[in-house]
């Protein structure tokens, strides 16, 4: 699972008062499933708190999660590229990748739309 946080926690109006992110993240853990976590920093905005007690969770390294901080659209890019190559991963988490995924050529486009005035 690749996921991108931001500084806001976003909606909870889902059943059990989760964002749907972090209700994702928790549905990832249960499957065992990889989780490279990217965190924006892009912006110097002030992270709420629900989603700084979110982040916290994301960056317990002890869980196996991958994460790294990004400061352009460009780094992003990179970092999920050089991710997804297990160059980056935990023994836990390369054991999870595999074999044929390893040797696929990656290639990562990231679109950001312009919001209109």
């Given amino acids: 699972m690749i996921s991108i946080y ?3 926690y976003g909606w909870t109006g889902a059943q059990k008062g989760l964002s749907p992110t972090e209700e994702e993240y928790e549905r990832a853990r249960e499957l065992h499933k990889p989780i490279y976590a990217f965190i924006d920093r892009i912006e110097d905005e002030a992270t709420e708190p629900r989603q700084q007690t979110f982040l916290d969770k994301v960056q317990n390294w002890d869980i196996g999660v991958l ?3 990004f400061h ?3 780094e992003l890019q990179d970092l999920i590229r050089e991710s997804l190559t297990s160059r980056d991963l935990s023994p836990r988490q390369q054991a999870m ?3 044929a995924q390893k040797d696929r050529g990656i ?3 990231i679109c950001k ?3 209109k005035p």
Avoid: A, H
């Fill in 6 to 8: 931001g500084p806001r």
């Fill in 67 to 69: 994460r790294r901080e």
């Fill in 72 to 74: 352009s659209l460009q």
């Fill in 97 to 99: 990748v595999q074999p």
């Fill in 107 to 109: 290639c990562v486009t």
């Fill in 113 to 115: 739309e312009k919001t």
